[in-house]
């Protein structure tokens, strides 16, 4: 995803949730001088290419028992891209977990612990999360560390596209060159969230419509809901 693709939609994200710009490369920045002289990785060294990638989401059915197959789904990919809290859950049921894509909020110490094993963690930095890159960025191990921004890159930080935990996982599949992406543990109408959040899901729905057609795919998590995007803010 070059940043000139990815643009027109951030700006699109940025006018529907009044998200400052400014915020974004102030975070971006941070994030930059906290892994400043170390060694970090870029989405390139991460290769996925011709492996079948699941990207799991935090929904509950990948814990509970309401569809058993889900965590199946992921054991059987030939890697693993976990969106925050999802990353616990896996390794929980002792499925390898080979990136987890986070913004920091997850509970506990997974981007640590995942880190300090030599496993990738793209952390990302946006204008509402400040705090928690300032608090948890100096506890990761910067070597296993793909710095991520929503805003145009700089320095060490990229952006390889995508808004929510869940979309930017799979953007950054995308980017590492996934000959398949398969979605365990998604759910896009979840009556337990907030607005800002069910908004959120929106986006994170359409952004998932717009890469599948630009990879020339059908995602099995967009199945009997493509009719329903809204994809008039999306690039042609």
């Not at 930059?32 to 509950?60: I, K, M, N, Q, Y």
Request: proline share 5%; with cysteine; hydrophobic share 45%.
């Amino acid at each position: 995803m070059e940043f000139d693709d990815w643009e027109p939609v951030y700006q699109a994200i940025l006018a529907d949730f009044g998200f400052p710009r400014a915020a974004d490369e102030r975070a971006r920045d941070l994030l930059a001088d906290l892994v400043a002289g170390a060694e970090t990785l870029a989405p390139a060294d991460l290769d996925f290419a011709g492996r079948t990638v699941a990207v799991a989401g935090g929904a509950s059915s990948l814990v509970d028992d309401r569809d058993p197959a889900e965590l199946d789904r992921a054991r059987r990919a030939d890697a693993v891209v976990a969106a925050s809290d999802a990353a616990s859950v896996l390794r929980t049921a002792g499925v390898t977990v080979d990136c987890m894509v986070t913004d920091l909020d997850e509970e506990g110490d997974v981007a640590v612990e995942l880190t300090r094993e030599g496993t990738p963690v793209a952390v990302h930095a946006h204008g509402d999360n400040e705090p928690a890159v300032r608090d948890r960025v100096p506890r990761l191990d910067h070597e296993a560390v793909v710095p991520t921004t929503q805003a145009a890159p700089a320095g060490p930080v990229a952006n390889p596209g995508g808004f929510t935990d869940g979309d930017r996982a799979a953007f950054l599949a995308d980017a590492c060159g996934a000959a398949g992406l398969v979605f365990v543990g998604w759910e896009f109408d979840d009556d337990a969230v907030g607005d800002l959040k069910r908004r959120k899901l929106v986006w994170a729905e359409r952004l998932l419509r717009w890469l599948e057609r630009r990879r020339g795919e059908r995602f099995d998590v967009l199945a009997g809901r493509r009719d329903g995007i809204d994809e008039s803010m999306l690039p042609g």
